[in-house]
Structure formats: C-alpha cells, structure tokens
C-alpha cells in the first residue's frame, strides 16, 4: 500500500497521536509505542520540550530521533498567539519547520476559528513553516487553507475530545474528493471503529489523544486504534460491495445445485 507523504517524508503509519492527559511520560511512550505511530503532536504551551530546563522534558522519552515531533499551538484563540508560538516551538525544535496550526473560537466547544485560521496559516507559509492544519468540516475553507499552501488540511469529525466520531461523512467526502493534499481527521475520535469509517471514507490518516489517552487501558486502546486505522485503510483501497436495498443476492450461486 502507498505510504502517507506529508511535506515529501513519507510515513508507514497513517495513525498521529498526541501525547497530553496521560498519566505520566512512561505510560505516553508505551502508548505511542503500541499504536505504532511515528508523528507524535505536542502542545507547545502546555509540555515541556525544553523551555523549562528544571522540569522533565517530554523529549526524553519522545526522542525527535525516533518520531517526527508535531508542535501544536493548543490553547491559542488568535492568529498572532499561534504564530509566536510556533515560533518558538521552531527554535526549540532546530528549525524545524512541520508544526500543526489550531485556533480555536472558544474555550468550551474548542470549536476552530476559521478567519483567524487561515490569517495564522498566510502569515507561517510565508516564514516557511510547513503546515498541517486543524479546521472545520467546511468544504470551501479547506480548499482555501490548501490553496495557502498547507501541507495537510484536518477537518474535525466531531468536537475534540468528546468521542462522538463522525458526524457528518458527506462533508468529509466533499473535502477529500477535492483535495490534493492529504486529509486527516483530527478531533472527535472515540473508538477502533470511529478511526476505521474515517479510512472506509478515505481520509489519509486520523489524528487522535483523549480517544487513547482516557480509555480504561491507554496502551491496549492504542493498539486497537493501529488495528482499526490498517483495517479501514485496506478496505476502503478494496473498494466495497454496493449496496443494494431490497435485492437479496446469496452468497453462494444457485445455479448448477445438486440434485437440480
């Protein structure tokens, strides 16, 4: 099967997984580890990954040496605190230039702010930042952010962090038949099956945390979610069977049976 190619590196696995609200850095790993994943995001403003020398660095047991590190700006509601964000994460980071851009519109719903979006994602194309970019399902926005030169546009199946999954296919449809950059569900993921209908429709990979991070078992959970993105993924290059209401079609063929 073709690989997942953001920015010309192309990547086994096309589960991303972010590494906030577990219980420590060991239990973060181990779960990284099963899901197989090898872009691995981080909230610049809420881990450490260098700016506090006294505090324990995520880094450490995320090497950048191991997986493709994806600074995030989480918790920023305007296109300049995104900005000056990644910024920073480009310094901490040696220059590197693949970060994923959110601005969100409030603090309860988490729910992208689409203008301030796409004024962050003009002004980071321009300093040579390569984006990949949380957004509404909007079909017309999506477009816009890939015609400003994101890297990956990430459209939300349903709220982050609330497990709803998909909540709207034919959105997500529009977006991925247009698109010539990869499409890749970020928020809203709750379960093995939520990452599975998200590849049955052709999304290039799926984007999750709260899904892995706050089940029963993070790590067992991880590796349920590598199983599901692989099985939606090989289903949807098989192409399904159509469906076909009211018109039963047995599996085995009737004619030539037996004593007929």
């Known amino acids: 099967m073709h690989q997942l190619t953001i920015a010309g590196k192309a990547y086994r696995s ?18 990284i580890d099963a899901s197989g994943a090898e872009i691995v995001t981080v909230a610049i403003r809420r881990t450490n ?13 995320v090497p950048p040496s191991r997986f493709t590190i994806l600074p995030n700006t989480a918790g920023c509601y305007t296109a300049d605190d995104a900005v000056r964000t990644l910024r920073l994460a480009r310094e ?3 220059g590197h230039p693949l970060c994923k851009l959110e601005v969100l519109g409030d603090p309860k719903s ?10 962050a994602a003009e002004t980071l194309v321009r300093e040579g930042f390569e984006i990949m970019v949380y957004c509404s399902d ?8 890939e015609e400003i ?19 709207n296919p034919w959105n997500l449809r529009l977006i991925i038949d247009s698109a010539k950059v990869p499409i890749i569900v970020d928020a809203g993921v709750g379960t093995a099956s939520d990452a599975t209908i998200a590849m049955e429709l052709g999304c290039d990979g799926v984007l999750m945390n709260t899904a892995i ?29 159509a469906r076909k209401l009211y018109s039963a079609d047995p599996s085995s063929p009737t004619n030539g049976l037996i004593g007929s």
């Open 213 to 241: 991070a706050h089940a029963k078992d993070p790590v067992l959970m991880a590796g349920a979610m590598k199983k599901g993105i692989e099985a939606g993924r090989e289903a949807f290059l098989a192409g399904r069977m």
């Open 149 to 167: 030169g994101c890297v990956a546009v990430m459209p939300l199946a349903s709220l982050i962090g609330s497990g709803m999954g998909i909540l």
């Open 110 to 119: 988490l729910f992208p702010n689409m203008p301030e979006t796409l004024k």
């Open 138 to 145: 909007d079909p017309i926005q999506a477009k816009m952010l």
């Open 49 to 61: 990954i260098g700016q506090d020398a006294s505090q324990p660095n995520l880094l450490d047991a």
């Open 14 to 31: 096309r589960l991303l997984v972010g590494t906030g609200k577990y219980k420590d850095f060991a239990e973060t790993r181990a779960a």
């Open 92 to 94: 901490l980071l040696d």
